[in-house]
Every structure is written in C-alpha cells, then in structure tokens.
C-alpha cells in the first residue's frame, strides 16, 4: 500500500477553520497517514506567525523572568482554535500552563521557539484523533549540531510504524546534550522530509498557499507561470537563492531516499501542483529557464592584483582570513587578477567589515580593494540554459534594457545558473525584466 508523508505549512493552518480543511484534505486520501506540522502561520497580512509571538516571549522572560504578557497572545491564538475546532474536552490550558512555566524555566531560544509546532500538533492530533508523536524523541542533531540521520531513521521507522496515523511537529528535534534544537526559519518543510525519508514514503507532499512552485515569487511578478516539474538540482538553486517556498535544506533526506516531493495549495487541493523530481527521473521541459529567484543584503568585496593567477595560494590566504573570523562567503566569481567575495551582509556589521579589509590587505597585498554594498543577488535557473545559445545575450540585454546596472555577474560551475548581483534598489525591476525577457 503506498505511504504519503505530508507537511503543512503556518499558512495552511493559521486558524480552526482551516485546520479542519486540512484534516479533511489529509483523511481523503489512505496513503496520507503521517503528518508533519507548523505553527500556526499568519491568518491576515498584518498578523503575526505564533513562531514569532514566541521569540516576544524568550526576550521577554529573558528581561523580566516571566513571559505572562507576550504568551497571552499565544493563548488567545489557541483558545480560538480550539473554539473553532469545537474540541471542548481538549484541556487546552493545562498545556498552555506548562508550556508557559517550561518557557521561564529553561530559558532557550530554541526550546521556546519549539513550542508553536508542539502546541499545533496537540490540538490536530485531538483533532483528528490520530496518535501524536513528538519530534524530540524520533528527530536527532549530532554534536556539530548537524541533523544525525543514523541516529534519527532507525527511530523514525520504528516509532512510526507502530502506529497507523501520526501527527508529528515540525521544526525541532534533540541536540546532543539532549536539548531541543530547532532547524533554521522554516525548517518544518526539513522536518517533513526527514520524517519521509525516515518511514521509506513513496511521496513527500508538502501543502502550502500556492498551487505549486511559480518561475518567481508572485509577491514581485503577478501570476508567474507555475512550474509543472522541476529536479531536485534546480530546486536546490532556487530555494537557496530565496524561492522560500520550500526550505533549501529540505531536499537533502528526500533526495538520498530518491523520493518525489509534491508542493500542493491547501486552498486550491484540485490543482495539480508542482511535481519535485530525483535528476535521473526528471525530463527536461520545453522551457530554457525553469525559474528566477534572488536576495537582498550582500556586500561585494573586490580584489585586484597583477598575477594574481601566478601567485600560489592567494585564494587560500584570502579565504582563511574569512575562515578565522568564521564568516562564511556565498560565491567567489574569479578572473586572471581579480577576485571577489560575495558576502552575506548582516556577517560584517558592527566594525566587522572594517578589520576584514585590515586582515586581507595584510595577507595578501592586493593592488586595489574595492567594497560594494546594498548588492542584490538573482539567479536564473534552468537544465535548459547550458544547451541553449544565446541565453546570457538574452539576459543580459532585458537587463539592460531596463536600464540595471549590473555589478557582477557569476555563472556557477553547474551550468544551471546564471547570477547576478545588482543594486538592492533594482532587486523587483531585476526579477520582472529576466521573467519577462523568458516567460512572456
Ligand atoms: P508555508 O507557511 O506553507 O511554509 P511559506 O510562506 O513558507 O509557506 O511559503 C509559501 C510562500 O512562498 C508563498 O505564499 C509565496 O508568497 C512565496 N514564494 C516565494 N517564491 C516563490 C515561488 N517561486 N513559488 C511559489 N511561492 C513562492
Ligand atoms: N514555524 C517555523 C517558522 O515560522 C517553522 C516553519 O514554519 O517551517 O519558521
Ligand atoms: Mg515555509
């Protein structure tokens, strides 16, 4: 019998009522029997997510020893589930009792954070009237903090498997201490894929508010093509580079078990959605350009110094010093004598920037340094790109165009991807003219 593990996301379940079209999505279809949760997410554009009422709550049992102010914002959120839901029998406030005690007392930011998947997974699994299983005792993270699979599998498929149905919290696990440990902003689609992974499914479906993966994020372009299929190489690209869709990370478990991910629209469950393919299964489309996705918030550091190609060990000099102040780069475009570093912006506030350009100059002399700041970064994506003459002559003339200056420019090494980096202030203008210069 085939087995779906599902994953719904905070906007899937930001109130009773659609915990309850959730519940009936999940019970029409047999092979959907475990299910992996979130938060509740926001239910209007101006409301907040749970997880984030529960980081009020850390800082502010951090400043005042308890958190009574902020976590009835919590209560209040999941006492109108739970009307909503009708489960008068449920003790709700025993619950939210101890989670609100365990909150002042232990004191960590990721056990509180934790809390918003645990409290939604109580109410679904009384709900339903499926088994609860906690993610603590089946999800590990070894003693580097990395996701320890041997570890957490063997627990998985033994603990599941003795139940028929499971809702399981996403978002967190154990750490090596025996801590909760949570996975990075919107891990919960993480936490699905390993629990798919864990129990050998036949399908991850993970359910949010779009009907599938959009060529780009519909906040910047109306109505974006969706994507019908996409592999998991070019999914990697795109969601690390900010489609937040679905969680970067999240195809790891899922492309080791060469299991399917399927993203589907809680509010629309009759689309077909976009199918997420292993690379050897997947057929390339019609299409050169499968999706465009980018980041704000970079700084460029430039480096020019004549024979710099000669010069043995330059890069190595340049990245230790990166590697001492434990920043990490994002992408290193290189010619004969010049070199830059694309770095995360937020990694060189507070003076940081400063002693890095000391340290770099001091390791290696350059010629010139040169420092751009407020860099946008987008990436163009598609299996169809390398094959294609004339892609980057596309490109880059729509960039043009549109009058966009463009800073920098990378062409990974997976020929899938061309980047760019442009100014933050041409970020949406970027993204509108490449979908247009390939979609339209
Ligand atoms: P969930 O609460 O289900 O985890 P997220 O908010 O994390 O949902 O992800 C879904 C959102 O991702 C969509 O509502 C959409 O605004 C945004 N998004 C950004 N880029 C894309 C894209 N390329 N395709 C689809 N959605 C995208
Ligand atoms: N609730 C967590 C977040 O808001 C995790 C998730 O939704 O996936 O980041
Ligand atoms: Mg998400």
Not at 95 to 120: H, M, P, V, W
Not at 185 to 213: C, H, K, M, P
Not at 276 to 292: D, H, R
Not at 361 to 374: F, G, R, T
């Amino acid at each position: 019998m085939s087995l779906t593990v599902c994953k719904f996301g905070g906007s899937s379940l930001a109130d009773g009522n659609n915990i309850a079209r959730v519940a009936e999505i999940v019970k029409s279809d047999p092979a959907r029997k475990y299910v992996v949760v979130s938060a509740p997410g926001k239910r209007f554009s101006e409301d907040r997510k749970v997880t984030d009422l529960l980081y009020d709550c850390y800082k502010e049992s951090l400043e005042k020893g308890n958190c009574s102010e902020a976590f009835s914002k919590i209560r209040k959120r999941f006492h109108s589930i739970v009307e909503e839901l009708n489960l008068e029998s449920f003790d709700i406030d025993a619950i939210l009792d101890e989670t609100e005690k365990e909150i002042e007392t232990r004191k960590s930011i990721d056990f509180t954070a934790s809390r918003g998947e645990y409290l939604n997974a109580r109410v679904i699994s009384a709900f339903m009237g499926w088994q609860f299983v906690d993610a603590k005792d089946i999800i590990f993270f070894d003693a580097n903090g990395s996701f320890d699979e041997k570890r957490s599998y063997p627990l998985i498929f033994e603990t599941l498997t003795k139940y028929e149905t499971a809702i399981i919290p996403g978002f967190y696990g154990t750490d090596a201490k025996g801590e909760v440990k949570t996975f990075s902003r919107g891990g919960s689609d993480i936490s699905g894929a390993i629990v798919a992974r864990g129990v050998n499914a036949e399908l991850y479906e993970n359910w949010t508010d779009v009907s599938g993966f959009l060529a780009c994020d519909p906040r910047i372009v109306e109505k974006p093509k969706k994507i019908e299929n996409i592999s998991f190489k070019e999914l990697r690209e795109l969601s690390y580079m900010g489609a937040n869709v679905l969680h970067a990370d999240s195809i790891f478990p899922v492309r080791k078990g060469d299991i399917p991910i399927k993203i589907k629209n809680t509010f629309r469950p009759q689309d077909a959605g976009t199918l997420i393919l292993p690379s050897k299964k997947y057929k390339k489309g019609e299409g050169i350009v499968t999706g465009i996705a980018g980041k704000k918030d970079f700084t460029v550091i430039f480096l020019e110094k004549s024979m710099m190609n000669a010069e043995v060990g330059f890069a190595r000099k340049v990245l230790s010093v990166l590697e001492n102040k434990e920043i990490r780069f994002e992408h290193m475009p290189s010619g004969i004598d010049t070199l830059s570093l694309v770095i995360e912006s937020h990694f060189l506030e507070n003076g940081i920037l400063e002693e890095l350009l000391v340290e770099i100059k001091e390791a290696v002399h350059p010629d010139y340094i040169h420092v751009l700041e407020n860099i946008a970064l987008v990436a163009t994506v598609g299996h169809g790109m390398a094959s294609s003459v004339g892609t980057s002559a596309r490109l880059f003339s729509a960039l043009s165009d549109a009058g966009i200056n463009v800073r920098m420019i990378d062409q990974g090494s997976s020929e899938l991807n061309i980047i760019v980096g442009i100014n933050n202030e041409d970020y949406e203008r970027c993204i509108r003219a490449i979908y247009h210069a390939f979609f339209q």
